[in-house]
């Protein structure tokens, strides 16, 4: 059974910082791009960013370009999301991803993990 969990979330002010983690188990994702969604409330679910594991490509949305970092961790089977200089506007729950079926921004994954929340206070 694979399971995606992610950790790291919390209340932070704006222009601090957060790290979140993703550990993955029951399958390796080494040859399966992941990625990093957003969902704030009463919006749909977002592409933050994501990393493909061979040659190590990193894509991210606009919005966090420049801010947010995606890597990741193939001994450990882990991605992680730094997140630098947030705003109100990063406020979200953070779903990690594994498994796109089509197109690595499109919220269509096989494998979900039940989300982070950070709040990030003005």
């Known amino acids: 059974q694979v399971q995606l969990v992610e950790s790291g979330g919390g209340l932070v002010q704006a222009g601090g910082s957060l790290r979140l983690s993703c550990a993955a188990s029951?399958?390796?994702?080494?040859?399966?791009?992941m990625a990093w969604f957003r969902q704030a409330p009463g919006k749909e679910r977002e592409f933050v960013a994501a990393i493909t594991w061979s040659g190590g490509m990193t894509y991210y949305a606009d919005s966090v370009k420049g801010r947010f970092t995606i890597s990741g961790d193939k001994a450990k089977n882990t991605v992680y999301l730094q997140m630098n200089s947030l705003t109100p506007e990063d406020t979200a729950v953070y779903y990690c991803?594994?498994?796109?079926?089509?197109?690595?921004?499109?919220?269509?994954?096989?494998?979900w993990g039940q989300g982070t929340q950070v709040t990030v206070s003005s």
């Open positions: 991803a594994a498994g796109p079926k089509r197109g690595l921004a499109r919220d269509e994954y096989d494998h």
């Open positions: 029951g399958r390796t994702f080494s040859n399966s791009p």
